[in-house]
């Protein structure tokens, strides 16, 4: 079981950035692989970034590659999303989720546990 609780989301302006964090419980942490999500208003859930079990590879979705960086520090039972150059079209709850298989897939059904999500605005 891992309890996941997503933190750092907030009203920024266009082009800024914010860091999300994602706390997770749990005494197995390194071996899942993590994910980062998002969901807008009206929209279906989006792949943004995951990174394998111990941080070997990353992979991003379409819309952030180049903007949006997934790290994890398996020391702080963490995962983050250094988000840059942030677009109006980025506003959305976002969610990490833990992938029990550890690949990071960017199949959001491959995964296990998610969090409650944090709110991130992008004002224009």
């Known amino acids: 079981q891992v309890e996941l609780v997503e933190s750092g989301g907030g009203l920024v302006q266009a082009g800024g950035s914010?860091?999300?964090?994602c706390a997770a419980s749990g005494h197995t942490f390194s071996t899942y692989g993590m994910g980062w999500f998002r969901q807008?208003?009206?929209k279906e859930r989006e792949f943004v970034g995951g990174i394998t079990r111990y941080g070997h590879s990353t992979d991003y979705g379409d819309s952030v590659?180049?903007?949006?960086t997934?790290?994890?520090d398996d020391a702080k039972n963490s995962v983050y999303?250094?988000?840059?150059?942030?677009?109006?079209?980025?506003?959305a709850n976002y969610y990490c989720a833990a992938d029990?298989?550890?690949?990071?897939?960017s199949d959001s059904r491959k995964y296990d546990y998610w969090?409650?999500?944090t709110q991130v605005t992008v004002s224009s």
């Open 18 to 21: 914010l860091r999300l964090s």
């Open 40 to 42: 807008a208003p009206g």
């Open 65 to 68: 590659k180049g903007r949006f």
């Open 70 to 72: 997934i790290s994890r």
């Open 81 to 91: 999303l250094q988000m840059s150059s942030l677009k109006p079209e980025d506003t």
């Open 100 to 105: 029990p298989m550890g690949w990071g897939t």
């Open 115 to 117: 969090g409650q999500g």
